[in-house]
């Protein structure tokens, strides 16, 4: 049991964040420093050029999952994780990002994370007619240190229901209703 951990798992749709990106963003391994990040963008046209060559490589136009096709989308996620052997908490999916917050071994997540993100997309295409890419390269797999960061990182996730994330809850009898958002 030792060898288990939390983890904060994001997965993003395709072309959701581009080099250049006007919200800020990062190099691999941030070999080139950037100025700004999402709390604090760049400032504006600062990385505009970027952006277009980033936008005009992309072989399809970015992806944004619709309303109706995110809770199928989280369900498969978790039903995945969970067959994997992880115990998956919360999950909120959104328009161009999943959440997870899971208990799995040390070494799996982002391996984990890409096996979910595999089943998803197979099980949209099959059953929802699903056509093209639908997620960007890796997931971020950020490891929960403490219980305080275990609790901020749970009311987070779940708090994307008011930008119109389907949520979901191992915690929840009934899920909640969303009141909103895109």
Known sequence: M??????????????SWLYGDSRGFRTRHQREHVEGDYKNPPPPGLYAGR?????????????VFPKELRQFLGEAIRDRLTGLGA???TIAAGGQHVHVQAKMPRETPRDWAGLAKKHAW????????WIGKM??????????????????????????IHEGA?????????????????
């Open 122 to 129: 197979f099980e949209c295409r099959i059953h929802r007619g």
């Open 2 to 15: 030792d060898d288990l951990r939390w983890f904060h798992i994001v997965m993003s749709s395709y072309g």
């Open 135 to 160: 997620w960007g390269q890796r997931s971020k797999a950020v490891p929960i240190t403490n219980k305080q960061h275990q609790e901020n990182t749970y009311y987070y996730i779940l708090d994307h």
């Open 166 to 182: 389907w949520t979901w809850s191992a915690l929840w009898k009934s899920p909640p209703v969303a009141t909103g958002g895109v």
């Open 87 to 89: 115990y998956v908490l």
């Open 51 to 63: 952006e277009h060559n980033s936008r005009k490589s992309l072989k399809q136009p970015p992806v």
